[in-house]
């Protein structure tokens, strides 16, 4: 199986952005989920974003709404997703993940680092 792969993470200053791009080679058509999940250290992984492709609707956590942008280039198979006004309680690892649904979301990427810190 190929997983995904994600890159754009990195250190940014705290109200700064950053944009994450995922790549999903192994998809041959636009028709499938894809979402993306942090975790900071010694704490829960949590959705950060997800795009249900059935229904057409980007689900957000409650902590990133208003800030964070899930977007999709089907024609590259790239999901991406924009940080804006970032704060240092975003710093996580940032993972991206896709599936045949939004209910099973199971090929994980390898993740990528991103640090908010003046």
């Known amino acids: 199986q190929v997983h995904p792969v994600e890159s754009g993470g990195g250190l940014v200053p705290p109200g700064g952005s950053l944009r994450l791009s995922c790549v999903d080679s192994e998809r041959t058509s636009s028709d499938y989920a894809v979402g993306w999940f942090r975790q900071a250290p010694g704490k829960e992984r949590e959705l950060v974003a997800a795009?249900?492709?059935?229904?057409?609707?980007?689900h957000y956590g409650d902590s990133v709404k208003g800030r964070f942008t899930l977007s999709r280039d089907n024609a590259k198979n790239t999901a991406y997703l924009q940080m804006d006004s970032l704060k240092p309680e975003d710093t996580a690892v940032y993972s991206c993940?896709?599936?045949?649904?939004?209910?099973?979301?199971?090929?994980w990427g390898q993740g990528t680092q991103v640090t908010v810190s003046s």
């Open positions: 795009f249900d492709w059935i229904s057409g609707v980007t």
């Open positions: 993940v896709t599936g045949e649904n939004i209910l099973s979301l199971d090929n």
